[in-house]
Protein backbone atom coordinates (compact mmCIF):
# COMPACT_ATOMS: atom_id res chain seq x y z
CA UNK A 1 0.00 0.00 0.00
CA UNK A 2 0.98 3.07 -0.84
CA UNK A 3 0.43 6.72 0.86
CA UNK A 4 1.19 10.47 -0.40
CA UNK A 5 0.74 12.98 2.07
CA UNK A 6 0.90 16.73 1.67
CA UNK A 7 1.62 19.59 3.37
CA UNK A 8 2.37 23.46 2.98
CA UNK A 9 -0.90 25.27 1.49
CA UNK A 10 -2.47 27.92 3.14
CA UNK A 11 -3.50 31.89 2.66
CA UNK A 12 -0.93 33.89 1.17
CA UNK A 13 -1.43 37.36 -0.08
CA UNK A 14 -0.26 38.23 -3.60
CA UNK A 15 3.78 38.42 -4.26
CA UNK A 16 3.77 35.72 -1.09
CA UNK A 17 5.39 32.47 -1.37
CA UNK A 18 4.46 28.83 -0.14
CA UNK A 19 6.46 25.49 -0.28
CA UNK A 20 4.16 22.35 -0.53
CA UNK A 21 5.82 19.08 -0.23
CA UNK A 22 4.62 15.57 -0.47
CA UNK A 23 6.18 12.30 0.74
CA UNK A 24 5.54 9.12 -0.19
CA UNK A 25 5.89 6.25 1.64
CA UNK A 26 4.54 2.05 1.68
CA UNK A 27 5.69 -0.84 -0.60
CA UNK A 28 7.61 1.33 -2.82
CA UNK A 29 9.85 -0.36 -5.26
CA UNK A 30 10.61 2.53 -8.04
CA UNK A 31 9.70 5.75 -8.45
CA UNK A 32 9.92 7.51 -11.75
CA UNK A 33 8.53 10.88 -12.22
CA UNK A 34 6.98 13.04 -9.84
CA UNK A 35 5.06 16.34 -10.33
CA UNK A 36 1.89 18.56 -8.83
CA UNK A 37 -1.06 19.27 -10.66
CA UNK A 38 -4.04 21.74 -9.45
CA UNK A 39 -8.04 22.47 -9.83
CA UNK A 40 -9.22 25.66 -9.72
CA UNK A 41 -13.30 25.90 -9.46
CA UNK A 42 -15.52 24.98 -11.87
CA UNK A 43 -11.96 24.07 -14.26
CA UNK A 44 -9.92 21.21 -14.98
CA UNK A 45 -7.27 19.98 -12.85
CA UNK A 46 -3.83 20.87 -14.65
CA UNK A 47 -0.17 20.46 -14.62
CA UNK A 48 1.68 22.66 -12.83
CA UNK A 49 4.93 21.20 -12.68
CA UNK A 50 6.57 17.49 -12.82
CA UNK A 51 10.33 16.44 -12.79
CA UNK A 52 11.44 12.80 -13.72
CA UNK A 53 13.89 10.33 -12.00
CA UNK A 54 16.36 11.69 -14.35
CA UNK A 55 15.66 15.27 -13.69
CA UNK A 56 13.98 16.40 -16.55
CA UNK A 57 11.84 19.60 -15.86
CA UNK A 58 8.54 20.02 -16.97
CA UNK A 59 6.68 23.42 -16.19
CA UNK A 60 3.19 25.04 -16.99
CA UNK A 61 3.82 28.27 -18.90
CA UNK A 62 1.74 29.50 -16.36
CA UNK A 63 4.03 29.60 -13.67
CA UNK A 64 7.38 29.38 -15.11
CA UNK A 65 10.05 31.90 -13.76
CA UNK A 66 7.85 32.11 -10.68
CA UNK A 67 7.67 28.29 -9.22
CA UNK A 68 10.47 25.67 -8.79
CA UNK A 69 9.90 21.80 -8.87
CA UNK A 70 12.45 19.53 -6.79
CA UNK A 71 12.41 16.19 -5.86
CA UNK A 72 14.58 14.66 -2.58
CA UNK A 73 15.18 10.75 -3.87
CA UNK A 74 16.36 9.67 -0.33
CA UNK A 75 12.92 10.49 1.56
CA UNK A 76 10.84 10.07 -1.62
CA UNK A 77 9.53 13.43 -1.39
CA UNK A 78 8.81 16.11 -3.99
CA UNK A 79 8.61 20.00 -3.24
CA UNK A 80 7.36 22.70 -4.93
CA UNK A 81 8.40 25.92 -4.40
CA UNK A 82 5.67 28.78 -5.10
CA UNK A 83 7.18 32.64 -5.19
CA UNK A 84 5.51 35.31 -6.95
CA UNK A 85 1.91 34.23 -6.00
CA UNK A 86 -1.24 35.49 -7.78
CA UNK A 87 -4.57 35.37 -7.40
CA UNK A 88 -4.79 32.69 -9.77
CA UNK A 89 -2.38 30.71 -8.65
CA UNK A 90 -5.50 29.98 -6.62
CA UNK A 91 -6.67 25.99 -6.09
CA UNK A 92 -6.34 22.48 -4.91
CA UNK A 93 -2.72 21.06 -5.43
CA UNK A 94 -2.39 17.52 -5.65
CA UNK A 95 0.63 15.59 -5.68
CA UNK A 96 1.18 12.96 -8.32
CA UNK A 97 3.43 10.18 -8.03
CA UNK A 98 4.37 7.41 -10.57
CA UNK A 99 5.71 4.70 -9.00
CA UNK A 100 6.14 0.61 -8.93
CA UNK A 101 5.92 -1.66 -5.93
CA UNK A 102 7.46 -4.81 -7.22
CA UNK A 103 10.22 -5.72 -9.99
CA UNK A 104 7.26 -7.26 -11.41
CA UNK A 105 4.81 -4.42 -10.92
CA UNK A 106 3.84 -2.18 -14.02
CA UNK A 107 4.18 1.64 -12.84
CA UNK A 108 0.92 3.40 -11.83
CA UNK A 109 0.15 6.74 -11.07
CA UNK A 110 -0.56 7.67 -7.23
CA UNK A 111 -2.36 10.98 -5.91
CA UNK A 112 -1.92 13.01 -2.85
CA UNK A 113 -5.40 14.25 -0.75
CA UNK A 114 -4.95 17.72 -2.23
CA UNK A 115 -3.93 20.70 -0.58
CA UNK A 116 -5.41 24.41 -0.46
CA UNK A 117 -3.78 27.32 -1.95
CA UNK A 118 -5.65 30.58 -1.98
CA UNK A 119 -4.07 33.72 -2.85
CA UNK A 120 -6.00 36.96 -1.59
CA UNK A 121 -5.41 40.07 -0.02
Known amino acids: QVQLVESGGGLVQPGGSLRLSCAAS????????MGWYRQAPGKQRELVAAITSGGRLNYADSVKGRFTISRENAKNTVYLQMNSLKPEDTAVYYC???????????????WGQGTQVTVSS
Open 26 to 33: GSIFSINA
Open 96 to 110: NVNLRVGVLKPPADY
